[in-house]
């Protein structure tokens, strides 16, 4: 069958004309049809699978031989590293040895110093007020609350300091009257005006404005809110100056108005009535 198979071929390249003239030439014409008769029995994606499975084992061949030799360069730095371990009494930690008992020695010198330093001084000369009020300020911040007096401070600084702004908003706008504008600089026709609300501070109605916007972020419990409110006391603070300028450019004695009255937004006997003011 298989010389059958031969003759077959070799008349078909024949009439074919590339029949082959040489033995070496019919030889090689006829490994050339056995391979492709081989390959035709093998669908495409089983040939793709065994080349990818020559090519992973090839693979694996040389990841195998690369380990081996840094197992040998390793072993080689390990024998290394150990004669020079032993050729010192100690190592210190920086150098790359963990040292649990230097550890252990710090820890215990540290906290004995820390002890020390708390021990130190006579008991209420070293600030313990202040530290105990630290402490209990973080944790009511984190608590979230004041307690017993948490709802009374919200009542006071929501609907209160909305109501408070108001009021001097509306005492502002009443003293000015006709002189009202709501552009920075000074009308022409625009009297100066000192007395009333303005005896007490330079800007009643932005402060009114300030005012009620903190009393809505705090009774809301918006922080979104006490962040755009605190934007505009700072635009409102660069309008007025801009305002404080013209009134300085078109009435000379407001330069005396503003050595008398200092609070801007907030009454000047206010602010220094605070705790963390210096009196001095």
């Not at 089983?46 to 840094?70: G, K, P, V, W």
């Not at 009542?155 to 009257?177: D, N, R, S, T």
């Not at 000192?194 to 903190?214: E, K, M, N």
């Not at 404080?244 to 206010?270: C, D, H, M, N």
């Given at each position: 069958?298989?010389?059958?198979?031969?003759?077959?071929?070799?008349?078909?390249?024949?009439?074919?004309?590339?029949?082959?003239?040489?033995?070496?030439?019919?030889?090689?014409?006829?490994?050339?049809?056995?391979?492709?008769?081989?390959?035709?029995?093998?669908?495409?994606?089983?040939?793709?699978?065994?080349?990818?499975?020559?090519?992973?084992?090839?693979?694996?061949?040389?990841?195998?031989?690369?380990?081996?030799?840094?197992?040998?360069?390793?072993?080689?730095?390990?024998?290394?590293?150990?004669?020079?371990t032993?050729?010192?009494?100690s190592?210190?930690?920086?150098?790359?040895?963990?040292?649990?008992?230097?550890?252990?020695?710090?820890?215990?010198?540290?906290?004995?110093?820390?002890?020390?330093?708390?021990?130190?001084?006579?008991?209420?000369?070293?600030?313990?007020?202040?530290?105990?009020?630290?402490?209990?300020?973080?944790?009511?911040?984190?608590?979230?609350?004041?307690?017993?007096?948490?709802?009374?401070?919200?009542?006071?600084?929501?609907?209160?300091?909305f109501?408070l702004?108001?009021?001097?908003?509306?005492?502002?706008?009443?003293?000015?009257?006709?002189?009202?504008?709501?552009?920075?600089?000074?009308?022409?026709?625009?009297?100066?005006?000192?007395?009333?609300?303005?005896?007490?501070?330079?800007h009643?109605?932005?402060?009114?404005?300030?005012?009620?916007?903190?009393?809505?972020?705090?009774?809301?419990?918006?922080?979104?809110?006490?962040?755009?409110?605190?934007?505009?006391?700072?635009?409102?603070?660069k309008?007025?100056?801009?305002?404080?300028?013209?009134?300085?450019?078109?009435?000379?004695?407001?330069?005396?108005?503003?050595?008398?009255?200092?609070?801007?937004f907030i009454?000047?006997?206010?602010?220094?009535?605070?705790?963390?003011?210096?009196?001095?």
């Amino acid at each position: 069958m298989h010389l059958r198979f031969i003759s077959l071929s070799l008349a078909f390249a024949s009439c074919q004309g590339f029949a082959p003239s040489t033995p070496h030439a019919t030889s090689v014409f006829l490994k050339k049809q056995h391979h492709q008769q081989l390959q035709a029995k093998f669908d495409p994606v089983s040939l793709t699978m065994a080349r990818l499975y020559e090519n992973s084992s090839h693979t694996q061949r040389l990841t195998n031989l690369f380990l081996s030799q840094i197992d040998s360069n390793n072993s080689g730095d390990n024998s290394n590293d150990v004669k020079e371990t032993a050729s010192k009494p100690s190592v210190a930690m920086g150098e790359g040895n963990f040292d649990v008992s230097e550890l252990k020695s710090q820890m215990t010198q540290s906290m004995s110093k820390v002890m020390d330093n708390m021990s130190s001084g006579e008991f209420g000369t070293r600030g313990e007020l202040y530290v105990a009020g630290q402490f209990a300020l973080i944790l009511f911040i984190f608590y979230g609350d004041i307690p017993l007096v948490g709802d009374t401070l919200k009542l006071l600084f929501g609907p209160g300091m909305f109501l408070l702004g108001g009021v001097v908003a509306g005492l502002g706008v009443k003293e000015l009257g006709s002189n009202i504008s709501p552009f920075p600089k000074v009308g022409d026709n625009a009297d100066l005006v000192t007395d009333g609300i303005f005896g007490q501070i330079r800007h009643p109605i932005y402060a009114g404005l300030l005012y009620s916007c903190v009393g809505i972020s705090v009774w809301s419990g918006s922080a979104a809110r006490l962040v755009l409110t605190a934007a505009l006391w700072f635009l409102l603070t660069k309008k007025s100056d801009f305002e404080e300028r013209t009134l300085v450019e078109k009435f000379p004695a407001y330069e005396y108005y503003l050595e008398e009255v200092e609070g801007k937004f907030i009454p000047a006997s206010l602010l220094k009535s605070m705790p963390w003011v210096d009196k001095d």
